[in-house]
């Protein structure tokens, strides 16, 4: 299973856990860091019960949730997410094999640490561990992005996607082929 510890030459991406929440509710507390990604930030106590809901699993067995924290190795400090939801590909992804599987992967840095490059180098990891998971059998990595997140957008070019046409909620969807199956001509 590709949830484990994933290091960088500056990050460690730990397996999240519930008692990352108090450092965490911090790290994602500013209101600015929600103009992309919707919401409100939340409390301690709230991202501890998402953080263990998280931590348990998906409830369905085809859907595995992997998410880790980011952090930054020289101040041993927490900084962000990173996630990845592997599933079946959607219908909306026309034209994968059967059983494919998709990673849905995001990020979050908290705005105190960005433009730093450490949402680039942890996405970056991510798909590299994705890429190598042959257990999970991994056909494609998505990832959803604002028209508008610049920011966002260079980090999925710097991890490897590359945008389409499809848009799904307002926002862009990123795509690396990983594996034989994906989509024909003319799906991207």
Known sequence: MILRELRTPRLRLLPLRAEHATEMAQ??????????????????????ARYERWSAG???????????VVELCAQRRLVGTVQATIAPAPDRLS??????????????????WQGRGIAREAACALVAALAQESGEHIAAVIAH??????ASAAVAAAAGLVATDVVHDGEIMWRLELSEGGPVAGER
């Open 58 to 68: 998906s409830p369905d067995p085809r859907v595995a949730w992997c998410n880790w």
């Open 27 to 48: 790290v994602l507390g500013d209101r600015v860091l929600h103009e992309f990604i919707g919401g409100e930030p939340e409390s301690e106590e709230e991202l501890r």
């Open 145 to 150: 992005v604002h028209p508008d997140h610049h």
């Open 95 to 112: 034209g994968y094999a059967q059983g494919a599987r998709i990673a849905e992967i995001a990020w979050t840095v908290g705005t105190a």
